[in-house]
């Protein structure tokens, strides 16, 4: 697979807490040189980063990150304030506690809360695999199709585990063809962003594949993010 696919789906992610702003635009600028679907930012920087790049670049935020136990109201909230900003998509946590208690109709509302207020943007649904049983995968699989949703993305890259090949191919496999599966998380090399991709992954949250890209022209610069 030629590298400028890869990185043609590549969220170009940057979520460190101290991330600074001369990062979020040097991660803008990578972005837009090595053609990246977008850049994935925390929502303290949407304004900035839409004002410097413009119509250049989709600009991604996190809602409810990276714990997902903030109420649907703040959510809401949230992604209105995200959207008003500047973001043109929007990764969303789910609510785990919901999903352990089984309160399914808790979750879907919690995701609907979301969706309604996205309208006309990209919704990716974090589900953080790594904490959930099968069973729970593929009941999330069909809530996130229920409510709309244009993504399920298997992780926060901050919790107990990142995407696993596993997980893609059960997301992809549960899911239908409107809902497109993002893996996040430990991609660190071209092998694993190629395999993904084999299984089904149409997004990659990372910021590696830039970095390799970087690498390979000789170029330096790129964020130290482990995400």
């Not at 994935?40 to 990150?65: E, M, N, S, W």
């Amino acid at each position: 697979m030629e590298l400028k696919d890869i990185l043609s789906k590549c969220d170009h992610t940057l979520l460190r807490t101290d991330c600074t702003s001369d990062e979020i635009r040097a991660l803008c600028d990578q972005a837009i040189r090595y053609g990246c679907a977008s850049v994935c930012i925390p929502p303290c920087h949407v304004a900035g980063a839409k004002r410097y790049a413009g119509d250049k670049l989709q600009i991604c935020t996190v809602i409810g990150f990276p714990n997902g136990y903030c109420t649907s109201a703040v959510k809401a909230y949230e992604t209105a304030d995200a959207i008003g900003n500047g973001a043109d998509e929007i990764d969303m946590v789910i609510n785990l506690s919901m999903v352990k208690d089984g309160c399914w109709a808790d979750v879907e509302k919690d995701i609907t809360a979301v969706r309604q207020a996205s309208q006309g943007h990209i919704l990716k649904v974090i589900i953080e695999c790594c904490l959930l049983t099968e069973e729970e995968k593929v009941r999330l699989c069909q809530i996130v199709t229920k409510c709309g949703a244009d993504y399920i993305k298997t992780s926060t890259g901050f919790s107990t585990g990142g995407a696993t090949p596993a997980d893609v191919k059960l997301l992809r496999e549960n899911c239908p063809p409107s809902v497109k599966v993002k893996a996040a998380g430990g991609i660190s090399s071209l092998a694993d962003a190629e395999e993904f991709i084999a299984l089904g992954a149409e997004r990659l949250g990372t910021s590696r594949i830039v970095k390799l890209a970087m690498a390979q022209e000789g170029a330096s610069g790129a964020p130290d993010e482990k995400y």
